[in-house]
Every structure is written in C-alpha cells, then in structure tokens.
C-alpha cells in the first residue's frame, strides 16, 4: 500500500493511493508486477486544507490568549491599586480619628477596609488560578512531605495557638510539580482552619494512604494526601458545588473567602495528572483529599 503525491507530464500533482502486487507465471516464476491506482487528489486537497485552517485557528487563538493574560494582569494592577488606597486610607481615619467620630461612621469605615481587602484578595486569587492554569508545570518526583510540613511552618494561622495541624508518619513521593502542590496544601488547609465554629480550635489532621485496588489489596500506583477538619462540614445537595468557581456555601459574614480556593485545589491536580475529592457530613468536619500517581 503506498499513497504519496505523484506528478503528470504536465508538471501538475495528483495524490494518489495505490496498491502494487508481482504476477507470477504458473512455474511460480515472476513475470511483472500489477499496480492498481485510484486518484484522490480532492480527498487530500481538502485534508491539507482542514490542517492549514486549524493551524492558523490554533496561532489565532494563542494569540488571543496571550492578549488576554495581558489584558487580565493589566486590568488586576488597575484594580488593585485604588483598592490599597482605599484600605490605607480607611486604616488612617480608624487610626488617627476614630475617637471624634460616631460608632455609625466608625463601622461604615471597618465596612470599606472589610470590602476593599474581600476585593483585593478575590483579584489575587484569580491571577493565581490564571498562572497556575497557564503557566509550564513540568512533572517530577516530588517530596509531599516536606512540602507539606513547610506550608505549615509558613503559615502562622496554621500554627499554635491559632490552629494544631499534624503531618501523622510520613507522605511518601509522588509524581507531581512542587509549585502546583504546595497551592493544593495551601488552600486545603487554609480552609480546614477557616471553616471552623469560632468556640472550635481548629485541629486538621495530614495523612497519605495507598488506593485499595478491585480485589481488597492496596494499589502500589497511586497515592492519596488526606487533610482532615474538625470544621462545620458540608450538606450533601451542596457536594456538587464545592469545586465551582466562586461558589459560596457559606455567606461571607459568617466565613471570609472568595470562592476559588478548591477550583485552585482542582485544577492543580489536574494539571498534574491527579484527580481531587472529598467527604464531609454537617458538623462533622470534612476530609478532602488529592490522589497522585507514584514515580516510576
């Protein structure tokens, strides 16, 4: 079987598929061959046609993403510079001449700062899940462990007296990105801290565990980080909404947020070939997990 283009003594191309078999005499001596040949020129006109379209789509709409990226970095500085002038300026009237104001202009104040940093950090988080989207992640052997325990070393809202987060034995290696991980962590435990009934210490609880394969065994390929919560829990009609973007399950007076943490959270395993999920019960805390696949 052979198809490739062919040239007629006109110079013109005509594409051709074509089969060729040897004849053989009755003795079972070779006498020639036979080819047969059909003309497809307009089947393969039109595929090199579809390829020039969608490479020049493609390019197209790279383009158009990089213009975008842009447009949203640009827009995010924009935006968030009136915003630091706001919460500074609120900050100072609060500072220097909250005692010759009423209480209703002092709350009005604590309410713009409130608003302005609630702002401020939903235009972070959408620049975050923008470059993590975007930005090259290459895959490697990772060490969840020590990055794990240097998110919490990091953080002091995870740290006593204001949360008891524990690592239990040891996170075995995984195939993964060290950046795109520690955003998993980050966000899994910054929730585990945050959604938590004021009179409740938080207390979250790390731990890996082997996938448990068809047959009862463990499955030696994949790996799953649990982070466990002593926090509010979540109703069963509302676990289809926790991985959405901006997704609120909760009003914002009650839990500060902006709705992107666990898109963040999904997205990153995705990118690195992983998969999210969770389990959670009201008032019974919730345990989310991220399944990675074992190194070679």
Not at 121 to 127: G, P
Not at 242 to 255: K, N, S, T
Request: proline letters at 6%.
């Amino acid at each position: 079987m052979d198809e490739r283009w062919h040239r007629r003594k006109g110079d013109d191309r005509f594409f051709v598929s074509g089969t060729m078999r040897p004849l053989l005499g009755a003795d079972g001596e070779l006498r020639g061959f036979l080819k047969m040949a059909r003309d497809i020129t307009p089947r393969e006109e039109e595929k090199e046609l579809l390829e020039k379209t969608v490479s020049e789509r493609t390019a197209e709409l790279r383009e158009t993403v990089q213009e975008l990226e842009s447009f949203s970095y640009s827009v995010a500085h924009d935006l968030r510079a009136p915003l630091r002038s706001m919460q500074g300026y609120a900050s100072f009237l609060l500072e220097e001449s909250a005692s010759k104001l009423g209480s209703e202009e002092v709350g009005y104040l604590r309410q713009i700062a409130r608003s302005a940093s609630r702002l401020d950090a939903l235009i972070r988080d959408v620049l975050n899940y923008t470059r993590m989207a975007r930005a090259h992640a290459p895959l490697g052997t990772i060490d969840p462990d020590q990055l794990t325990r240097d998110v919490i070393t990091s953080y002091p809202q995870f740290q006593p007296p204001n949360a008891e987060v524990a690592v239990q034995g040891n996170l075995p290696p995984v195939l993964g990105n060290a950046a795109l991980f520690t955003q998993c962590v980050s966000n899994l435990i910054g929730n585990a801290v945050k959604f938590v009934p004021k009179e409740r210490p938080p207390k979250i609880t790390i731990w890996a565990e082997s996938l448990k394969s068809s047959d009862g065994g463990r499955d030696e390929r994949a790996v799953r980080v649990c982070v466990r919560d002593n926090g509010i829990g979540i109703a069963p009609e509302h676990h289809d909404r926790v991985f959405r973007m901006f997704e609120r399950l909760r009003p914002a007076q009650e839990f500060e947020g902006t709705g992107i943490g666990l898109t963040i959270v999904r997205k990153a395993a995705e990118r690195m070939g992983g998969r999210v999920g969770f389990e959670s019960m009201p008032g019974n805390g919730s345990t989310f997990w991220v399944e990675l696949q074992k190194p070679e």
